[in-house]
């Protein structure tokens, strides 16, 4: 008895075909999108802060991230300033009554160019009593970090340069006057501290303004590395569909 001709497989049929590669490539897309979407929500909430970028006087101290004041002894507890000053040449904070000069401080020069201080550049400046500058970074975030910059040449006096991660040294020079450039790694907890620091390095607070620059960013997670990773060759392969 002739049969006639044995039907095809429904996954032989051209439009069953055209059907399963439409739905690999919304599986592709459905991929590409759950890997952007992780990746921006990683990015989001990443640290990323900038002394220079980030320094202001408007804002209150704390400001953001950064807290600006003073220590007595090097990892000692920070004074935090609490007086203003805004003029055609300076904006910073102090604390009264520890000098004639608003010195210890943290401070932008907003004027021209003075004491080796550049238009726009912010820094910090050593107190008469020994007390030592301080910027300090306190970490929003459970994240690995880079911690990149440094200690600028600034005016003519001898500063020391350090960098304590909860009040454990892990950058410093005792007495310089160039530049002096970091570039370290840290895991950082919420609530864990980042204070750059400048001392009297020569014994005098004279010539000290010294300008700071500190970026302190975290490192991507490996997953995100990954499904950035994924994102792309779910991109690439739908390309080539």
Known sequence: MNLGTVPARVSELPGARNEERNQRSM??????????LTLGVSQAN???ASYQTDFDIASGNPDGLWTY???????GTLNLHTTTISN??????YTPGLSGDATPSNFRNVGGPVNNIQTN?????TGPGGQMAVARLTSNENTAVTIVGKFGQGDIGGVGSYILHNGVQIFGVTNSGVDENFSLAANLAVGDT???VITTGDGSYAFDSTPLYATVQSVPEPTTLALGGLMLAALARRRRR
């Open 69 to 75: 004041g003073y220590t007595t002894t090097l990892g």
């Open 27 to 36: 599986r592709n897309h459905h991929l590409a999108v759950i890997a952007i």
């Open 46 to 48: 990443a640290l990323t």
């Open 194 to 196: 980042l204070d750059f």
């Open 121 to 125: 550049e912010a820094g910090m400046h």
């Open 88 to 93: 055609s040449q300076t904006h910073l904070w």
